[in-house]
């Protein structure tokens, strides 16, 4: 198995829902990343864990709530978004050294109204 | 902080021709990655480049890697319609650190 699946594809939500957003992967990668991505912008870093633990976390508001609970799944909670948080929500995954490289999964278009 | 540019941001091409996407970057680093992403669709990774003087190519692109200019080209030859996308260069310094990506080029190939 070489992809990593993110669920739901697509996610049209409230300002006063609470959703999660969810990634899998089983090549035995040891980091997992959410990144954000606007139109027509690079992806940006969110969070990073490493080990199932959060290494990274890039001033990201509490409204996105990152957890990892093993070495294969990768959630993103979601409360109280606004609607500039719509975009892209990619996640990725590595190993912690070689060999390099980072699969991306095909992500959740995220929507807030 | 590293910072990761490309140039041009914009490129509208014809079938046929040739042309060079070039990524700068600002750290020294061994790692640079390019990636490939059709609109609405997520990162398709083309090439890991690890090493001064890499080269790798796949089809229609060739990357290469020079550390000591920081620098790396994506050059397409003979266009076709088929490779309009955009296209991002990004480089990391650790694993599980962060990957900066540059701003993107978005390639257009006009019949």
């Known amino acids: 198995d070489t992809e990593v699946t993110q669920t739901p594809k697509h996610l049209v939500m409230g300002m006063t829902n609470k959703k999660s957003l969810k990634c899998e992967q089983h090549?035995?990668?040891?980091?997992m990343y959410w990144y954000k991505q606007k139109a027509k912008k690079p992806p940006e870093l969110m969070f990073v864990y490493s080990y199932e633990k959060l290494s990274i976390n890039e001033s990201v508001p509490s409204r996105f709530s990152p957890e990892c609970p093993n070495s294969s799944l990768l959630n993103l909670h979601l409360h109280a978004l606004q609607p500039e948080d719509s975009a892209l929500y990619l996640c990725a995954s590595s190993h912690l050294g070689p060999p390099y490289g980072y699969t991306f999964g095909s992500g959740t278009r995220l929507t807030v109204v | 902080e590293l910072k990761v540019e490309q140039n041009p941001l914009f490129l509208s091409m014809q079938e046929g021709k040739n042309y060079t996407i070039y990524c700068n970057y600002s750290t020294t680093s061994d790692r640079l990655y390019w990636y490939r992403q059709d609109p609405g669709k997520s990162l398709e990774s083309l090439f890991v480049l690890l090493s001064n003087g890499a080269v790798k190519q796949e089809g229609r692109l060739m990357a290469s890697l020079d550390t000591k200019a920081r620098l790396s080209t994506l050059h397409i030859t003979a266009a076709v319609h088929d490779l309009s996308a955009t296209y991002f260069c990004?480089?990391?310094?650790?694993?599980?650190?962060?990957?900066?990506f540059g701003e993107g080029t978005q390639l257009t190939v006009n019949p």
């Open positions: 990004a480089v990391d310094i650790t694993s599980g650190s962060r990957l900066t």
């Open positions: 090549m035995g990668h040891r980091a």
